[in-house]
């Protein structure tokens, strides 16, 4: 029998990655026991942004708009991919109600640092270059708007995929207001194409996790493995509750 979650317990608020919407979490959320709340960054659906041109800072900005609107009580933000980006940022904003941050294939950078410092670093200038093309081509549009006839300029998914990637990635992370004690997990995807493994495990660093926790699945378990995911994501709300507890 599960157990019903009491007003004490921690939500999860989950945020989605490149290319994606707060839709991409809803088999998951099937599956949680916890509460929970998918997010919706700037740029689709009923968030309007030129989806080029979305800072961490709009992005962190319209989430906790969301959480603080939707919940009460302790949280664990949880990030997908490119919506690791997003994290400290968000928490920093959420300040003491959060206990928890878990990078599910999550993509971050060390204070001050980029994405792109630790993926392709390399790479810079070509990507550079290909951004500033991307929003001249791009400009004003969204991906998914709701309704759908709200916007005539859309993005389908691989091409929005590929925008906010280079778009967030880019940018400069910043951990001021996120306390060093907060305890971070790491997500590693098995089977996941997009990251190698030891550009798993710097990630892993660079967000200062602690623990590093194992799916054997591609990069998006949200739809490759969504029951486990559940599991493994109410595990850590349930040590979390417990903690809050004591």
Not at 6 to 24: I, Q
Not at 93 to 114: I, Q, S
Not at 186 to 199: E, K, S, T
Request: proline share 6%; net charge negative; charged share 25%.
């Amino acid at each position: 029998m599960k157990a019903r979650p009491t007003g004490s317990d921690p939500t999860l608020v989950l945020v989605h990655g490149a290319g994606n919407t707060s839709l991409v979490w809803s088999r998951v959320q099937e599956h949680l026991e916890h509460r929970s709340l998918a997010v919706d960054l700037p740029g689709r659906r009923d968030r309007p942004a030129d989806i080029t041109r979305v800072t961490i800072d709009q992005a962190a900005d319209g989430a906790a708009e969301d959480v603080d609107a939707r919940t009460t009580g302790p949280l664990i933000l949880v990030g997908h991919s490119a919506g690791g980006i997003v994290l400290p940022a968000l928490a920093a904003r959420l300040g003491d109600r959060v206990e928890h941050l878990v990078f599910v294939a999550g993509l971050c950078a060390r204070d001050g640092n980029t994405v792109v410092d630790t993926v392709r670093p390399e790479h810079r200038e070509e990507m550079v270059a290909r951004l500033a093309e991307m929003r001249v081509r791009y400009q004003d549009h969204m991906l998914d708007p709701v309704p759908r006839d709200s916007a005539d300029a859309l993005v389908d998914v691989p091409t929005a995929m590929g925008i906010e990637s280079l778009n967030l990635m880019g940018q400069r992370v910043s951990w001021d207001g996120v306390p060093d004690a907060l305890e971070r997990t790491f997500v590693r995807c098995l089977r996941d194409r997009i990251q190698p493994r030891a550009l798993q495990a710097e990630l892993a660093e660079n967000c200062g996790a602690s623990t590093v926790l194992d799916l054997d699945c591609g990069h998006t378990p949200a739809l490759a493995a969504p029951d486990r995911l559940a599991v493994l994501l109410d595990a850590i709300a349930a040590r979390t509750a417990g903690s809050l507890r004591r």
